[in-house]
């Protein structure tokens, strides 16, 4: 990427910058031409030419949310859009890893923060579930806004972390609705404390993670006794995360970083990471 001509953007602290990075936004695909990017979503408007300060010639860095970056300068503005020449493009290589979370309601702004630091964690899709210890859920009629949220959420920690791509986020369904979609389509893996399992780092150590695997993650208290039964009937790998009571959000963390290692580093024991906590 060659180096943006102004360091004003320097001064945000919403991305965390080094003299190399330029501003980086999402765009969706249907502005994007073979030559040009047009700009007019509000949001990212006011961030580049308020908070910014960019201007014409100021490079900017646009990914379209499915893996594709590109990169120039802006070469007009006007107070409802902006135009970014292209002038080099990257497409970053698809993951070996495919993480899914399929996480149970929790108070909301935990669950804001499961959302977030999933989508840091490279995962490509959430599945909210209501399960039989659910205790907050969005009422329907809020359930699209309550969605749009999550999306936006998502997407911001996206754009923070340098991800080209952000992740899925679906409405929120009931567990057993989701059990069938999640077996048909990766490997699950249930954390939890309500039947007796194997470590987590056992079973990474026999069977390292590759392709796709859905971690189902209850709600506080975990899954009852006839949901664990479900879900294992349904192909789900019951694991444990050592010996320490987690709460819902710490468990779904605990368990995507030590996915994301063990992938990432499979030559070596994961056994450092093995009690990084315990159940749900």
Do not use: N
Request: charged residues 20%; contains cysteine.
């Amino acid at each position: 990427w060659k180096k943006p001509k102004s360091t004003a953007f320097l001064k945000v602290s919403w991305i965390l910058w080094d003299p190399e990075c330029m501003p980086r936004l999402f765009v969706p695909p249907e502005c994007i031409g073979p030559s040009h990017i047009t700009i007019d979503d509000p949001r990212a408007l006011h961030h580049l030419t308020t908070v910014l300060r960019l201007r014409a010639g100021d490079w900017v860095e646009c990914v379209d949310g499915i893996g594709h970056r590109y990169a120039g300068p802006i070469t007009q503005w006007t107070p409802r859009a902006l135009t970014v020449e292209i002038q080099e493009r990257r497409d970053d290589p698809p993951p070996t890893l495919r993480l899914i979370l399929a996480q149970a309601l929790i108070r909301p702004e935990r669950f804001d923060w499961v959302i977030e630091k999933a989508t840091e964690l490279g995962v490509e899709r959430v599945v909210p579930l209501v399960t039989a210890r659910t205790v907050s859920q969005p009422p329907h009629e809020r359930l699209a806004h309550k969605v749009s949220r999550w999306q936006r959420i998502a997407q911001e920690a996206a754009q923070q972390c340098g991800r080209a791509t952000r992740p899925q986020i679906d409405p929120p369904q009931a567990l057993v609705q989701a059990l069938p979609m999640l077996s048909a389509t990766a490997r699950v893996i249930l954390p939890t404390l309500t039947v007796r399992a194997v470590s987590l780092r056992e079973v990474l150590r026999d069977h390292p993670p590759h392709g796709a695997v859905a971690v189902l993650i209850g709600p506080e208290g975990d899954l009852t006794p006839q949901e664990v039964t479900e879900a294992q009937g349904a192909g789900a790998q019951a694991v444990s995360l050592g010996v320490l009571t987690l709460r819902s959000e710490t468990a779904a963390l605990a368990a995507l970083v030590l996915l994301q290692h063990v992938a990432a580093k499979p030559e070596r024991d994961c056994g450092e990471a093995g009690h990084a906590g315990g159940g749900v």
